[in-house]
C-alpha cells in the first residue's frame, strides 16, 4: 500500500466528513475555557452508554474555526449588518443584487438571470427540488427554521416579486443568514471608493486605466443592423449568385448579368439580335448554348443549371466595353436588392423585405431584425464579427452611395468564416454614440483622454464605476476583512480552537491558554465558551453525538472486534506515516515537520496520542465497516436477505431497458452548430409560414421514409440520408423536368429551404427506467426518454421474432396507412432539441435467476466455510434469498464467491441497484441512526430533531425525487425504491 497516499485519503476524510466519522476526543492537562459546559451534564444516553455535554463540546471545538471566525466577524461588523438590513429593506438595488446574486447562487449554483428564469420555465420541478434541497442544507446548521416555511417562503417569491429569484430581503431567514456578507461587501466598498482615488494604493484608477478599461470592454461593441445571409456550403452559395446573376469583379464591386434565362416579353430580357449584346452572343456561341435557343433564338426555357452556370464563369465582367454594353456596377441599394433575393431564395419561409422606408429590412410576415449585438455575433463568430465591425462601413454612413472611398456596406464576395459562408450587407450601426468619447490628449498626441461634455462624461462614470465593480473581488472583500483584526489583536484561550483557527486563517494572538467563561477576545469584543458552544451544538450536535455514542457501541460490543494481527497491521502503517511526517513527505498536503507532532496528531487525526490516532484512523472504520457487513442485525424485525429479495424483485418486475439510435430533423438558424428549439423558431413564423414549415416537416419525413427502401438496412439508410440531406444546398440547382439534370439538391432544396438539418445518432448506452433519474451524470431529453420508453412498451408487447428489430418509430404504420406521419405525430416527438425519429435495435428480457443445483456437479456454487448456503434456485426467475445470503457472505469471504452465468447477470440487473442504495453514504446513515434509535437526549427538543435530520437523510437518500411540493416526483424512481425503508423494516 502507498502509505502517502492511504493518509491523504484518511486525513481527507477525517477533516472534511468530520461529522460522519467523529474523532476521539483530545485529552490534555492544558487549561480549557468550558464556561458551564460540564461533564456532569449528559447529552445523550444509550443504555450504560453515554456522552457528556463536555465530551460533546471537545468534539465540536475541534471544527469551530469557521464558527468562530463568524461570530467574531458579527461582532465586528455588527454597526455595518444593522446598516444593511435597513439599506436591504429599503430597496438599495447593489446591495439587493449582491443579495440576490449570493442567495441564488447557493440555492441554484447560477446567478445569470436567464439562466434562471430559464430553469424556471423550462423546468419548474427541478427549480422546486433545488429550493427543497436549499431548504434541508440551511436546516442542517440551523435547527431553529422550519423547512416547510423556508420552502413556502421562497416559492411565494415568485408571486409577490417581478421574477421568482429577486426580493430575498423580504424573508427575515434569508436576511439574518447572509446579512454578514452584505455588510462586508459593502465595508469594503467603502474602503475601495476611498483607495481609488489615493494614488499610493494598489486599487488606484487613473483616467488612463479609466480610458484602457472603455477600449477593452465598451468602445466598438455598439449594436448593429445588417443583413446577414448564411450559406450552407460553398456550392449552394455560388448556386445563389447564379440564380440571381450576380457576379463580383476584381475590385469586389457586384454586377447584375444579362439574365438569359428570362423569357422573350419580361423584363431584363436579353435580345441576342441587339448588336449590344454581341458578347453574350459569342459566349453561348463558344459553349454551344446558341444551338439551343431554337431558330429565333427565343427557347430559353432548353438553357440547363449547367449552361448558365458554364455561361456565368465565361463571363467576364468589363466596364468599357467597345462592341455593346458595358456592365455598370450596382450601387448600394443595388446589392442590397440583390442580396434580399439571395435570402429569400434560401428561406422562402420566413422571407424578409425592403421596409417602407426603402432602407431598412424587415421580415415579410414573421418577426425577423437585422439588429446584432457585439456578444451575438462573438457567440456565431469572431471573425464575422470583425467583418461587420472593421470591414464594412454601414450603408447609412454613407454620403455619397457611389464613393467607396472609405469603404463598402457589403460583402465583397463569398466570405468563408468557420464552417460557413456568407454575404453581408450592413446596413447601420450605433457607432455615432461614440463619437466624441474620446479625444486627443493635448499634452500628449500619442494618448486619449475622456471629452468634457456630458456624454463622454457619463461615459466615463459608467466605466469607473465598473472598473470599481470588477475590484471588489470576494479577495479584496476577505483582505479588507482581515485587516480589521490588526488593528484588534484576536486572543484565543482555548489551545485547540486556536491551533485549528490558526490553520484556517492565521493567528497572531495570545498563546496562553486559560480557563473560565471566556474562549476569545478582541478590544472590548468577547466571545463566551457557552454561546461558541450553543452555534456549533446547533449545527452539528445532533449528529456528532450520535457518531460519538456509535463508537462507544462498536468499541464495547463483543460482535465486532480487531484483531491482534490487524492491530499490528495498522499501527505498523501509522507508525510509517509518521516516519513520513518526520522526513517532511507531508509538506505538499498542508502538513510541514515544522508543526509539530503534537500539533499533527491533532489536525490530522483529533488526537493527542499515537493510540487515539490509530483509533481515529484505523479501529473505528474498521468496526463501523464490521457492523455495516453485519446485515442481518441492521433490521430486527426483518430477514434482510429476504427484504433485499423483495426489492431485487421489483427491480426485475420492472426492468426497462431499450438499445436505439435517432434521426433528430432540427433547426440551426444561426448556425452555430447546435440545435435551436424548434418552438422558438416557428414562434417567429406567422399562421401560413409556420403551417408551411410544419408540413414540410411531415412531407420530409414522408420522402425520408419512402428513401429508406433504397437502402440495406435502417441505419445505413439513415446514416446515408443525413449526410445527403446536409450536404444538399438551398437551391435547387437541377432539374426533374426535360432536360433533365438530377442533383441532391432536386431531393432535398425545398426541405432544406424550411430551415431543416439531420443528425443521425447511435445512443452509446442502452436507456433504461432509471437513465433519466436526475441524479445521474447526464439526463436524456424528457421528450426523447419518453418516446423511447414508448416504443419500448409497445416493443415488449409484440411477440418476440427476427423480424422484430430494427424498429423505426412510425415506420410500419407509415407503410400500412396512409397519412400515419402527419403534424399530431410530429408534435409528439417534439422536444427542446427538434424532432425524434428514433430506431430501436434492441429490447432487453430479464434473466432468470433460476440455477437447479443437479448442474452443480463439482460444488462450484457451495460455500466452502457453510455448506446450506448455495447458488440454486428452482422456484423463481427472481433471486431468492438464500440466492442473496449466498452471494453476500461469500463476497465477504476471503476466497470471494462463484455464480452461474445467468445469476450473476441477476445480481448485476436486479440486486446491485439495491445494494448501490444500500451500501451508499445515505443508507448507512441511516442504518447508524438505526442502530441507536433508542438513544434518550437529555433535552427533549433535541428528539425532534433527530426526527427532521432522519427525514432530511431519507430525502438526500432518495435524491429528491419523491417531492411532496411540486417538484421531482419520479414514478421510475418510486417504483423500484419508493417503498425501501418499509421493505427493509419488514412493514411491506
Not at 75 to 93: H, M, R, V, Y
Not at 668 to 675: A, C, F
Amino acid at each position: 500500500m502507498n502509505q502517502l497516499k492511504s493518509f491523504r485519503r484518511f486525513a481527507l476524510l477525517v477533516l472534511v466528513v468530520a461529522s460522519v466519522l467523529t474523532l476521539a476526543a483530545c485529552n490534555g492537562s492544558e487549561k480549557t475555557p468550558y464556561g458551564s459546559i460540564s461533564s456532569d451534564d449528559v447529552y445523550l444516553t444509550y443504555g450504560d452508554l453515554k456522552v457528556t455535554e463536555k465530551e460533546l463540546y471537545d468534539q465540536l471545538r475541534m471544527q469551530g474555526a469557521a464558527t468562530l471566525a463568524t461570530m467574531v466577524d458579527e461582532e465586528i461588523f455588527k454597526t455595518q449588518i444593522t446598516a444593511a438590513k435597513a439599506d436591504l429593506i429599503a430597496g438599495d438595488e447593489t446591495l439587493i443584487e449582491y443579495l440576490d446574486d449570493t442567495v441564488n447562487s447557493a440555492i441554484y449554483g447560477v446567478t445569470d438571470k436567464e439562466d434562471l428564469q430559464g430553469l424556471y420555465d423550462d423546468n419548474p420541478e427541478l427549480y422546486i427540488r433545488n429550493i427543497e434541497k436549499y431548504a434541508d442544507s440551511v436546516y442542517l446548521l440551523d435547527n431553529s427554521i422550519v423547512i416547510q416555511d423556508v420552502i413556502d417562503a421562497i416559492l411565494g417569491l415568485a408571486q409577490t416579486e417581478d421574477n421568482p429569484f429577486t426580493g430575498y430581503q423580504t424573508l427575515d431567514f434569508l436576511l439574518e443568514r447572509y446579512a454578514l456578507r452584505v455588510a462586508q461587501r459593502a465595508y469594503a466598498k467603502e474602503l475601495l471608493a476611498v483607495e481609488v482615488l489615493d494614488e499610493e494604493s494598489d486599487a488606484y484608477i487613473s483616467d488612463e486605466n479609466i480610458v484602457t478599461y472603455y477600449k477593452n470592454n465598451k468602445e466598438g461593441q455598439y449594436d448593429v443592423d445588417a443583413l446577414v445571409v448564411r450559406f450552407i456550403n460553398l456550392n449552394e452559395a455560388n448556386a445563389a449568385l447564379y440564380q440571381v446573376g450576380l457576379k463580383p469583379d476584381s475590385k469586389g464591386f457586384w454586377y447584375a448579368l444579362p439574365d438569359i434565362r428570362i423569357k422573350e416579353g419580361n423584363a431584363g430580357y436579353v435580345d441576342l439580335d441587339n448588336p449590344d449584346y454581341a458578347y453574350v452572343s459569342e459566349i453561348l456561341d463558344d459553349l454551344d448554348i446558341t444551338s439551343k435557343l431554337g431558330v429565333d433564338g427565343e427557347s430559353r426555357e432548353m438553357i440547363t443549371v449547367d449552361d448558365y452556370e458554364d455561361y456565368y464563369k465565361a463571363y467576364v465582367i468589363n466596364t468599357d466595353r467597345n462592341d455593346g454594353f458595358s456592365d455598370v456596377k450596382l450601387l448600394p441599394d443595388g446589392v442590397k436588392a440583390k442580396y434580399i433575393e439571395i435570402y429569400n431564395l434560401l428561406n422562402p419561409a420566413a422571407p424578409v423585405k425592403l421596409d417602407t422606408d426603402g432602407i431598412s429590412i424587415v421580415g415579410d410576415g414573421n418577426d425577423y431584425t437585422t439588429t446584432y449585438t457585439y456578444d451575438d455575433l462573438t457567440e456565431i463568430n469572431t471573425s464575422l464579427r470583425s467583418h461587420i465591425y472593421d470591414t464594412l462601413i454601414a450603408e447609412a454612413d454613407m454620403e455619397d452611395t457611389d464613393d467607396t472611398t472609405d469603404g463598402k456596406p457589403y460583402s465583397s464576395r463569398i466570405q468563408t468564416f468557420g464552417d460557413s459562408r456568407y454575404l453581408v450587407f450592413k446596413l447601420n450601426d450605433e457607432s455615432e454614440t461614440e463619437e466624441g468619447i474620446l479625444i486627443e490628449d493635448p499634452e500628449n498626441s500619442d494618448a486619449e483622454i475622456f471629452d468634457d461634455s456630458t456624454a463622454a462624461l457619463a461615459v466615463k462614470a459608467e466605466m469607473k464605476d465598473e472598473l470599481i465593480e470588477s475590484k471588489l473581488t470576494d479577495t479584496y472583500i476577505s483582505t479588507k476583512v482581515n485587516e480589521m483584526y490588526e488593528e484588534e489583536t484576536l486572543d484565543i484561550y482555548d489551545g485547540v480552537v486556536r491551533l485549528f483557527y490558526e490553520q484556517s486563517y492565521g493567528y497572531d494572538g495570545d498563546d496562553s491558554n486559560k480557563t473560565g467563561d471566556v474562549l476569545a477576545k478582541m478590544g472590548d469584543i468577547e466571545i463566551l465558551v457557552d454561546d461558541f458552544y450553543s452555534e456549533l451544538e446547533s449545527s452539528y450536535g445532533i449528529n456528532i453525538a450520535l457518531d460519538m455514542l456509535s463508537n462507544k457501541f462498536l468499541m464495547a460490543s463483543e460482535d465486532y472486534t480487531v484483531s491482534d494481527a490487524d492491530m499490528d497491521d495498522y499501527t505498523e502503517q501509522f507508525e510509517n506515516i509518521i516516519s513520513q511526517f518526520s522526513a517532511d513527505n507531508f509538506a505538499s498536503s498542508g502538513y510541514p515537520a515544522s508543526l509539530g507532532r503534537q500539533d499533527f496528531l491533532l489536525i490530522a487525526f483529533g488526537s493527542s496520542s499515537n493510540d487515539e490516532a490509530i483509533e481515529n484512523l484505523y479501529v473505528y472504520p474498521d468496526l463501523r465497516q464490521q457492523y455495516l457487513e453485519d446485515y442481518e442485525v441492521h433490521f430486527e424485525n426483518a430477514n434482510i436477505y429476504q427484504s433485499l429479495a423483495t426489492l431485487a424483485e421489483k427491480q426485475y418486475n420492472n426492468f426497462e431497458s431499450i438499445t436505439v439510435s435517432h434521426l433528430l430533423v432540427y433547426f440551426d438558424q444561426n448556425g452555430d452548430g447546435s440545435p435551436d428549439n424548434p418552438q422558438d423558431y416557428l414562434d417567429t413564423l406567422d399562421a401560413v409560414a409556420k403551417q408551411e414549415v410544419l408540413d414540410g416537416l411531415v412531407d420530409l419525413v414522408d420522402l425520408i421514409y419512402t428513401q429508406i427502401g433504397m437502402y440495406k438496412g435502417f441505419s445505413e439508410a439513415l446514416t446515408a440520408i443525413a449526410t445527403d440531406f446536409n450536404n444538399s444546398g438551398r437551391i435547387e440547382i437541377g432539374s426533374t423536368t426535360p432536360p433533365y439534370d438530377y442533383t441532391l439538391e432536386s431531393l432535398w432544396a425545398e426541405y432544406r429551404q424550411l430551415g431543416f438539418y439531420l443528425k443521425f445518432e447511435n445512443i452509446s448506452s442502452a436507456i433504461t427506467n432509471k437513465s433519466n433519474f436526475v441524479t445521474g451524470t447526464s439526463v436524456l431529453d424528457q421528450v426523447f426518454y419518453d418516446r423511447a420508453m414508448v416504443i419500448h412498451d409497445t416493443l415488449a408487447a409484440m411477440d418476440d421474432d427476427d423480424s422484430l428489430f430494427p424498429y423505426l418509430d412510425f415506420y410500419d404504420a407509415w407503410v400500412t396507412t396512409s397519412n400515419a406521419v402527419n403534424q399530431a405525430a410530429m408534435e409528439s416527438v417534439q422536444s427542446d432539441f427538434g424532432f425524434h425519429l428514433i430506431l430501436a435495435t434492441k429490447v432487453a428480457e430479464t434473466t432468470s435467476a433460476m440455477y437447479d443445483g443437479v448442474n452443480d456437479t463439482d460444488g462450484d456454487y457451495v460455500l466452502a466455510d457453510n455448506e446450506t448456503l448455495n447458488a440454486y434456485n428452482v422456484l423463481t426467475d427472481t433471486l431468492s434469498a438464500s440466492q442473496i445470503e449466498y452471494y453476500l457472505v461469500g463476497s465477504l469471504s476471503d476466497e470471494g464467491v462463484e455464480l452461474p452465468t445467468d445469476v450473476q447477470t441477476a445480481i448485476t440487473n436486479y440486486l446491485d441497484p439495491v445494494l448501490t442504495v444500500y451500501q451508499g453514504t445515505y443508507m448507512q446513515r441511516e442504518l447508524i441512526f438505526s442502530l441507536l434509535e433508542d438513544a434518550v437526549f437529555t433535552d427533549a427538543a433535541n428528539n425532534l430533531r433527530i426526527d427532521e435530520i432522519r427525514e432530511i437523510n431519507l430525502r438526500q437518500l432518495n435524491g429528491y425525487m419523491l417531492s411532496e411540493n411540486g417538484g421531482v416526483y419520479d414514478a421510475n424512481y418510486d417504483a423500484l425504491f419508493g417503498d425501501l425503508i418499509d421493505i427493509l423494516e419488514g412493514n411491506a
